[in-house]
């Protein structure tokens, strides 16, 4: 494999994305930290002094042991914003990765290039699958090591100034293995959703106009003819229609099995995650994309 060749590849990608790979996540983040702060500038005095002394509370009592578990909630309510906007950039990429190149006729000078279609391909799905939400997950990583730094600051203005030692808080949050729970829930998370990440480029590649409606109209008139059948024959289910909302879907009962097992609320997340990754599933999505492939080396300029 020549390196060079991936190595511009991804760098078309991030030339084409630029606007939406570099700003997008750096707003976030100021909205973010604006909104912390004006929730910081709205507190009145006495929700201030009630702080001070959970803080002189705080210092008198060892850290709880499920310290750990408030700290990765608090750590996957700060990245919620970053992921769920990532998903829906996510969506716009595969939509237009191959629509737009046909559209503006850019695909004549690309495929111009030495560049086989298959590594095409495989860089726009893995820039889609794990680049961007890399990215976004990256920003709220920097989010947070500033939020903490600002805390850092807290901690020993406190120890200083107040002689309220908050130290013993930090040694219990774990920051570093709770960050790395999210970061390796990337892998479980891309294998889940690949057969829509395929689906989404086989329905931009294929498509002529509104590639949106490529992706989504097949499925929901797949999902109407069903309940008409089912309807008209009196059936209990509907198949197809079930087999999407279980697989696009996270079962509540199966947090609640794990943590009734005695799992932390990370190890029952993670281990969600993992069930929802199918064979089958994997099987479908390397048939959608053999497809894409298909369609880029036969069709690309149609």
């Known amino acids: 494999m020549n390196m060079l060749q991936v190595k511009t590849c991804f760098k078309k990608e991030m030339w084409e994305f630029k606007k939406i790979f570099l700003y997008l996540p750096l707003l976030i983040t100021a909205l973010v930290l604006a909104a912390l702060a004006g929730q910081y500038l709205l507190l009145e005095d006495y929700q201030l002094n009630g702080i001070s002394n959970a803080f002189q509370q705080m210092q008198q009592v060892p850290a709880p042991p499920e310290f750990d578990e408030v700290f990765f909630g608090m750590l996957t309510a700060l990245f919620m914003p970053f992921v769920f906007t990532a998903a829906i950039i996510q969506v716009y990429y595969f939509i237009t990765c191959f629509f737009d190149e046909r559209r503006d006729l850019s695909i004549y000078f690309w495929r111009s290039l030495p560049v086989a279609d298959s590594l095409t391909v495989a860089v726009k799905l893995i820039t889609g699958a794990l680049l961007i939400p890399a990215i976004f997950m990256l920003a709220a990583s920097l989010t947070m090591a500033l939020l903490l730094l600002m805390g850092a600051l807290a901690s020993l203005v406190l120890s200083v100034g107040y002689d309220i030692s908050l130290w013993h808080l930090w040694a219990s949050a774990d920051i570093f293995a709770n960050l790395g729970a999210v970061w390796l829930s990337l892998l479980p998370y891309t294998l889940w959703l690949l057969p829509v990440y395929a689906w989404l480029m086989l329905a931009s590649i294929i498509a002529n106009k509104a590639p949106f409606l490529w992706a989504v109209l097949p499925l929901v008139i797949l999902v ?79």
């Open 224 to 302: 109407l003819v069903e309940a008409l059948i089912v309807k008209y024959f009196g059936l209990t289910s509907a198949f197809f229609a079930q087999l999407l909302v279980d697989y696009l879907s996270l079962s509540a009962g199966l947090l609640e099995q794990y943590l009734q097992q005695g799992d932390s609320f990370k190890q029952a997340s993670s281990k969600i995650l993992f069930t929802k990754i199918d064979i089958g599933a994997s099987l479908f999505a390397a048939g959608l994309l053999y497809l894409t492939w298909w369609f880029r080396v036969n069709r690309g300029h149609h």
